[in-house]
T-cell receptor
Framework: GAVVSQHPSRVICKSGTSVKIECRSLDFQATTMFWYRQFPKQSLMLMATSNEGSKATYEQGVEKDKFLINHASLTLSTLTVTSAHPEDSSFYIC???????????FGNGTRLTVT | TQLLEQSPQFLSIQEGENLTVYCNSSSVFSSLQWYRQEPGEGPVLLVTVVTGGEVKKLKRLTFQFGDARKDSSLHITAAQPGDTGLYLCAGGSTDSWGKLQFGAGTQVVVTP
């Protein structure tokens, strides 16, 4: 079945540094990928929609200059958390689909801890 | 923003018991999906329902989509410890990207 790989699975960084998270669709081309953020014992909150070859569309309240998204190819989207702060610590999850009629497949998430 | 409300938020039952999780909204969704998520992992799709009144069965799990496509339920028969997890419902929007709106989730714990 369709597989979405997310890397790294865990990352610890210091305040003020930037962290890049990769999301790859391994066996299909994804024109659209989604990035979510999940706090402990809470649901997934959509951060942005990433479309290959165009700018990402951010949800209300998500700072586009802080959470940089690049959908470089049909199989890769990256999320860069810039100038990270402890409050950015969270579980970040990406998802991808072939097209709007296909199911959404999720990566295994990235646990970001900012110290 | 379309809101999905899940109930209960937390459910703890003994192995062999049945349970039902509800997902309700005031909005109509083009589709509704159920996921199960385990700690430290991404959600795994269990089922997608698209037709009002639709009922789908997946072994001991029964999923129902309301006639008006605003609500759904997940029923587990004879729960097992392996059913433990966070159950999330997600409604599909009708925009061109097919964004999903997630409910808050129901944490299910099945003890032996």
């Amino acid at each position: 079945g369709a597989v979405v790989s997310q890397h790294p699975s865990r990352v610890i960084c210091k305040s003020g540094t930037s962290v890049k998270i990769e999301c790859r669709s391994l066996d299909f081309q994804a024109t659209t990928m989604f990035w979510y953020r999940q706090f402990p014992k809470q649901s997934l909150m959509l951060m942005a929609t990433s479309n290959e070859g165009s700018k990402a569309t951010y949800e209300q309240g998500v700072e586009k200059d802080k959470f940089l998204i690049n959908h470089a190819s049909l199989t890769l989207s990256t999320l860069t958390v810039t100038s990270a702060h402890p409050e950015d610590s969270s579980f970040y999850i990406c998802s991808a689909r072939r097209d709007t009629n296909s199911p959404l497949h999720f990566g295994n998430g990235t646990r970001l801890t900012v110290t | 923003t379309q809101l999905l409300e899940q109930s209960p938020q937390f459910l703890s039952i003994q192995e062999g018991e049945n349970l039902t999780v509800y997902c309700n909204s005031s909005s109509v969704f083009s589709s509704l999906q159920w996921y199960r998520q385990e700690p430290g992992e991404g959600p795994v799709l269990l089922v997608t329902v698209v037709t009002g009144g639709e009922v789908k069965k997946l072994k001991r799990l029964t999923f129902q989509f309301g006639d008006a496509r605003k609500d759904s339920s997940l029923h587990i028969t004879a729960a097992q410890p392996g059913d433990t997890g966070l159950y999330l419902c997600a409604g599909g929007s009708t925009d061109s990207w097919g964004k999903l709106q997630f409910g808050a989730g129901t944490q299910v714990v099945v003890t032996p």
